[in-house]
């Protein structure tokens, strides 16, 4: 059987579009080549189907020991609940801030002193939303195996950050497949591609855009 591509299924939904010419400008201001929403891939069925499968399977085989997962708020909630469900295990979330009534609980679902637990991501940038995940959960008591995402854009900071935390993120794809994918699929000239590699070593400074010309 054919195994399920998961950079060519994100770029057919538009869950990850790749725009060179005309960059997306994100809230920070940066210029990106690459705009990212993975929360496409739940109004895709047969899509949806296959990553949440290749998520399973890669959580299944990276985090042998998981005995729940988590998901970040809002994102990661619905892929932690599909994968948690293929897998047969618990599932809970963490909120980015404590409830103001109730239990003013953070991390919701049952979890116990010492729980193995993954921390389940729709996508990476510079880790900072996993790794608040993560060290709620630390700090509730869990033994926190790691991070599961979609995707990475695969930055240096993202990378180091995560690494700082002492913890290790998989992902299902990242930039470079995305890009390759999207090349060899003819959405825009090969000669792009090191431009597009350049911004992700170095967003910030917009030389990429200087590249492609």
């Known amino acids: 059987m054919e195994k399920f591509d ?3 299924a994100l770029l057919s ?44 399977e890669m959580i299944r085989r990276e985090y042998p020991q998981a005995g729940a997962l988590m998901g970040t708020a809002t994102a990661g909630i619905a892929h932690a609940a599909i ?18 009534h109730g239990r003013r609980n953070r991390i919701e679902g049952r979890l116990a002193p010492g729980e193995k637990v993954v921390v389940v991501e729709d996508l990476i940038s510079t880790g900072g939303s996993a ?4 060290e709620a959960l630390r700090e509730a008591g869990a033994e926190v195996l790691g991070i599961a995402a979609l995707f990475t ?12 935390h002492n913890t290790r993120a998989v992902c299902l794809t990242d930039f470079d497949a995305v890009v390759a994918a999207a090349a060899a699929d003819g959405a825009f000239p090969a000669s792009y591609v090191p431009a597009l590699l350049a911004f992700r070593d170095n967003p910030d400074d917009g030389a990429w855009q200087e590249a492609l010309r």
Do not use: Q
Not at 153 to 164: L, N, P, S, T
């Open 6 to 8: 998961v950079s060519r």
């Open 13 to 56: 939904i538009g869950a990850v579009f790749l725009r060179p010419d005309e960059p997306f400008t994100w809230a920070s201001g940066i210029k990106s080549p690459i705009y990212c929403d993975n929360r496409l891939i739940l109004t895709a069925p047969e899509v949806r189907d296959g990553v949440e499968n290749a998520l399973a």
């Open 153 to 164: 854009y695969g930055m240096e900071k993202g990378k180091k950050r995560i690494a700082e």
């Open 83 to 100: 994968a948690a469900h293929i897998l047969g295990l618990p599932m809970g979330y963490v909120r980015s801030g404590n409830k103001d």
């Open 131 to 134: 790794l608040e995940a993560v």
